[in-house]
């Protein structure tokens, strides 16, 4: 009788286990989030961020669920800009510049009937230079193979690399949105807009509608390709 009664105990203690085991793999299932609702829990968690300075907060975000993005791979972007058809759009969490544009852009594209903006975060990736007392151009960090190819595919569309007094060699600065029909790059946007000067002070009414007028245009010349 003893026997069963341990046997009967190990049996219940294994169904137990078994049972919790599901339950976590359901639990994991449910909490996996979308790139949307991702991107969503990337950015809002920066609400309220200061700066390095510690003078002002980074500017707030409210972004819907159902926003467009696409969290996508070097791989996925560079075949967008040499063939395919996109929004493609470079961009960092932290970034007050970046955090400026969202809103706008996914707003932009949910107007216009745009299905996915293609997002990429290539901070890690970038190269950093500096010039010497001398004049010279030091490189404190190379970029990655990824990012060089990325500025090459892009030259023609980026500005210069500030503070080198070189105009030929490029950065790719965030936030740049990069509109592309058929490998055909139709158009690009770098920053906010030319009377923002401060990205830590939120664009107002009448700088949020003409920068969305600028997504808006490219856009639409996606969909007339």
């Known amino acids: 009788m003893r026997k069963f009664g341990i046997i009967l105990l190990v049996c219940c203690s294994l169904f137990l286990f078994v049972g919790c085991g599901d339950k976590k793999v359901q639990t994991e299932e449910k909490q996996e989030l979308t790139d949307g609702e991702k991107f969503k829990k990337e950015y809002e968690q920066y ?7 510690g003078t002002k907060e980074y500017p707030q975000v409210t972004i819907t669920e159902d926003n467009k993005m696409k969290y996508s791979s070097f791989k996925e972007v560079k075949e967008i800009l040499k063939d395919g058809t996109g929004v493609v759009f470079f961009g960092n969490a932290k970034s007050a510049w970046t955090r400026n544009v969202v809103p706008i852009l996914i707003e932009s594209a949910k107007e216009v009937g745009v299905d ?3 997002y990429y975060d290539h901070y890690e990736d970038r190269d950093e230079k500096h010039l010497d007392s001398s004049g010279n151009i030091i ?5 990655t193979e990824e990012y060089q190819e990325l500025v090459t595919i892009l030259y023609s569309e980026l500005g210069p690399y500030e503070g080198l007094n070189n105009d030929t060699i490029k950065r790719l600065y965030y936030p740049t949105v990069v509109f592309v029909s058929d490998g055909l790059i139709l158009g690009s946007h770098i920053g906010t807009i030319e009377s923002q000067t401060d990205p830590k002070v939120n664009l107002s009414s009448a700088e949020q509608e003409e920068l969305k007028e600028i997504y808006a245009h490219y856009m639409g010349l996606m969909q007339e390709s």
């Open 116 to 118: 996915t903006i293609y």
């Open 47 to 53: 609400n309220k961020y200061v700066a390095d300075d």
């Open 139 to 143: 490189i404190d960090k190379d970029g």
